[in-house]
């Protein structure tokens, strides 16, 4: 069984590689880190929340047939930080490998993904937190979980950020756990800001050597669930 908050689609992969591309969503609960503008509270923050509300127990068959329904062939499994369930998630990839989906995991970076698990997943988005999510290095930065999806060869690390400013750090953990391919990411949730933050960024991320992904799903339909 999956703790789930959302399955929806078919949708378009908002941010990374595969921009752009028709997709399905299984966002599940929980997560082991707090960032403080983090967009998807309601995974996570029973301050706030109630779980209750917005977690369901849901079978990974009962998952795989919402999905098949959508008539995608790409499925993003995000959260909250999914490789917290990466045992329950098995059943769900394994359907998918059967049915030739592309798999993408989005995860935080602190969690080691099981070889049983990687060997189902196309590419892991790895987001490593910066200084501006409000949590401590030694909490956001784990070098060996780094290390290890970094050794997949299905990884690449997308850095959200707030201003040019940040692109230094980006950088210094870029090399210190030799991490690439490096997308940054304008941190926001109304069209006007991440607009603004990706013109103040373009320049600077060039200069670094960066790739430069939107938030698309933002751009088209704002900071609505289930988009």
């Known amino acids: ?17 595969s ?4 997709c ?11 960032c403080a ?33 959508m008539g995608v062939d790409m499925l993003v499994i995000t959260g909250g930080e999914p490789l917290l369930q990466a045992r329950a998630l ?23 993904p099981p070889p049983s698990l ?35 060869g299905r990884a690449v690390f997308k850095f959200v950020v707030t201003s040019p400013a940040d692109l230094d750090e980006v950088a210094a953990l870029a090399t210190a ?8 990411m304008p941190e926001g949730t109304s069209a006007e800001v991440v607009l603004a933050r990706m013109r103040e960024l373009a320049g600077p991320a060039l200069a670094h050597g960066f790739h430069l992904t939107p938030r698309l799903h933002i751009l088209l339909w704002g900071d609505r669930r289930g988009r």
């Open 24 to 34: 399905a969503f299984v966002r599940l609960g929980g997560c082991n880190l707090d």
């Open 90 to 112: 098995m059943p769900l990839l394994e359907a998918a490998g059967e049915r030739g989906w592309r798999v993408e995991v989005e995860t935080n970076g602190t969690v080691a």
């Open 37 to 69: 503008w983090c967009d998807t509270p309601y995974t996570w923050d029973w301050r706030r929340y109630r779980p209750e509300e917005e977690l369901r127990r849901i079978d990974a068959g009962d998952v795989t047939s919402a999905v098949e329904e």
């Open 177 to 184: 756990h030799r991490l690439e391919p490096v997308y940054v």
């Open 118 to 152: 990687t060997r189902l997943v196309t590419a892991f988005n790895v987001s490593p937190k910066l200084a501006n999510s409000g949590i401590a290095e030694a909490e956001r930065i784990r070098p060996a979980a780094l290390a290890a999806l970094r050794a997949t």
């Open 19 to 22: 921009v752009g591309r028709r």
């Open 1 to 17: 069984m999956l703790s789930v908050a959302e399955v929806f689609g078919p949708t378009l992969q908002g941010e990374g590689p």
